[in-house]
């Protein structure tokens, strides 16, 4: 029986390693693109990596990118793929108001050049297409939660380049009968989140305060509330969403949502330390109180102690409001009602907000543990 090949662009990316690994263990062959770089930026995938000499591998890597319409036709045709996962876009909100447009090249428009090129391939009976569509897409909410039939109203650069992706995918499904659905995906984190992501910047934080390399942190908007899974959970999703006989459009989400400052108050909780918040707007700030030093010593280490129990005690401040994280038009809201997936594709997340919490911090800790030990110098 020949295996079943798949396709993920951005497989360096949190979801792309996830989902290659997932697919790798349902027998798969994967073949991923990835950005040239200068330098190697495979970190995530590197476990799963196979040498090209290597007879029958699982994991092939391509050089491609979504605003090389050519590059991509040329690999689709090669690969002959049976699933595409298109997962690569340019996926900070708040980098998107930098570069609109880059933003709408690579996340609106590439999913139209693969859409394209499947069509121009004949490869519309053999593929199927699952294309990353974002809760950012209803921004400024016209309902709590947000499900399918939510109306969107997008807030940003990036969330208007995806609501042409998921339009666009729509469309060809309808006009020319491929099997193209849209994942309205909610928050999803992991210690392998990239690090200026707002819950990684946070589990991060209170990482290197607890080992002592930081004095404190910066934050946006502390009142923002988001709808936060794992993202080994959504990757699964998106897998299921694929295997189903017809295409359709799927939200995934939790349904709870947790204000910025929760996540933040979450996160100090797992090392044993109480955090309380004084002040408003951009004159808020977050200062250490409380102290379990049994839980510290477990989490962080003894030798570490001290330095904190005397930061408690004197420079306590942890957490400052910087203007500048803010977007020019915010997103207050986002949660989402998941009971479509539930239903038809059997989906029900296995993570719960404090157990991703506690994974992320305990993965940080051990990240900069490691970093200290292994610091080099280059002066």
């Known amino acids: 029986m020949c295996k079943k090949k798949a396709i993920i662009t951005g497989i360096t990316g949190q979801d792309g390693a996830y989902l290659a690994e997932y697919l790798i263990s349902k027998n798969y062959i994967v073949h991923g693109i990835k950005r040239r770089s200068s330098i190697f930026n495979t970190e995530r995938i590197d476990h799963l990596y196979q040498d090209p000499h290597v007879k029958n591998p699982n ?5 491609g990118d979504l605003t090389d319409s050519m590059n991509l036709t040329r690999i689709l045709q090669e690969v002959q793929p049976d699933e595409i996962y298109n997962l690569a876009a340019m996926s900070h909100v708040g980098v998107s108001f930098d570069t609109p447009e880059y933003t709408a090249n690579a996340d609106g428009i590439g999913t139209l050049r693969i859409l394209e090129a499947i069509r121009l391939l004949n490869l519309v009976k053999k593929t199927k297409i699952y294309q990353a569509s974002t809760s950012e897409l209803y921004g400024l909410v016209r309902e709590i939660p ?3 039939t939510t109306p969107f109203y997008p807030r940003s650069p990036y969330a208007v380049a995806k609501l042409y992706a998921y339009w666009i995918t729509i469309n060809y499904r309808e006009a020319y009968k491929m099997h193209a659905s849209n994942g309205i995906l909610f928050n999803h984190e992991s210690p392998i989140r990239g690090e200026t992501f707002v819950t990684r910047k946070v589990t991060r934080a209170v990482s290197r305060i607890a080992l002592g390399t930081q004095e404190k942190v910066f934050m946006g908007n502390l009142s ?3 709808d936060w899974g794992h993202a080994k959970d959504y990757v699964k999703g998106m897998y299921l969403i694929l295997q189903q006989e017809e295409p359709d459009d799927y939200v995934l989400a939790t349904g709870i949502a947790t204000e910025i400052r929760d996540f933040i108050k979450m996160a100090f909780l797992e090392i044993g330390i109480k955090i309380i918040f004084k002040g408003k707007n951009i004159d808020e700030k977050g200062y250490m109180v409380e102290l379990d030093k049994n839980l510290f010593e477990k989490n962080v280490g003894l030798k570490y102690l001290s330095n904190i129990v005397k930061r408690i005690k004197n420079n306590n401040l942890v957490i400052e409001v910087d203007s ?7 997103v207050d809201i986002l949660v989402g009602d998941a009971s479509k997936a539930y239903k038809k594709l059997g989906w029900k997340p296995e993570y719960n907000i404090k157990s991703l919490v506690s994974e992320m911090v ?14 080099k110098k280059y002066f």
């Open 59 to 63: 994991l092939i890597l391509h050089y």
């Open 146 to 148: 947000q499900k399918e």
């Open 224 to 226: 923002s509330k988001r």
């Open 324 to 330: 500048s994280y803010f977007r020019p038009t915010e």
């Open 362 to 375: 305990k993965s940080d800790i051990e990240l900069f543990k490691n970093k200290v030990i292994n610091r």
